[in-house]
């Protein structure tokens, strides 16, 4: 039998080979499900559960504020900061919030002062804390006062725990220390209408 008509044995591509193929296909598959979904409408796994601990201080008061007296009070908790676009867009809406009766309003301002302008400089420094403090206090004279307590979170380790996709974020928490409600992105009038004052009513 000659070599041209002789049969050449066949083979077989071992199976490991298919291995990084199926986990890039998974990878785009999961990639693209993500990029189609919206941030404001991810569930937040704090729903139902009782808001992170924490402790912060007060912006331009004496004392610190801390999870456990969110319990007694209906509470929106807004996590913002002044270089934020999205806050300043959200603002006359809080600030119509803050004249709902029973409902108490906390400010979080959410790292305040970016790597960029620290310069290597801790966040927590007494210099750090001073500017950020002068101008989150600056900033609410000039577009209002929405909150009732304003804190700093400089280090951003409080808005880590609540899950803070990008400012502004919002959270509704009820009598009993307990996250209702998770809004991410600014607030918009149908967003308040539609669900946020619904769920006021409802808690209430």
């Known amino acids: 039998m000659s070599a041209l008509s002789a ?3 066949s083979r077989r591509m ?3 080979v298919f291995v990084p ?6 990878m785009v598959v999961f990639l693209a499900v ?3 979904r919206n941030p404001q ?8 559960r009782t808001a992170p601990a924490f402790e912060l201080p007060v912006v331009g008061g004496p004392g610190v504020f801390n999870a456990g007296q969110f319990k007694g ?3 929106l908790v807004n996590l913002w900061a002044t270089w934020c676009a999205g806050c300043k867009e959200e603002h006359p809406i809080l600030m119509a919030l803050a004249r709902q009766p029973g409902l108490k309003m906390v400010g979080i ?3 305040e002062l970016q790597a ?3 310069s290597g400089q801790d966040s927590l420094s007494a210099e750090s804390v001073q500017k950020a403090t002068a101008r989150s206090q600056a900033w609410l004279q000039k577009h209002g006062q929405a909150f009732g307590v304003n804190l700093l979170d400089m280090d951003g380790r409080v808005g880590m725990d609540f899950g803070v996709y990008g400012l502004p974020e919002t959270y509704l928490i009820d009598h009993e220390g307990v996250v209702r409600f998770k809004h991410a992105g600014a607030l918009t009038p149908d967003v308040v209408q539609q669900k946020l004052l619904p769920l006021l009513r409802g808690v209430n």
């Open 109 to 111: 301002n959410y790292k």
């Open 73 to 75: 009070q209906l509470t």
């Open 14 to 16: 071992p199976r490991w």
């Open 7 to 9: 049969k050449a044995p």
């Open 41 to 48: 409408e991810i569930p937040s796994p704090l729903i139902g």
């Open 21 to 26: 193929l199926a986990l890039f296909l998974g």
């Open 116 to 118: 960029s302008e620290l």
């Open 34 to 36: 993500g990029l189609t």
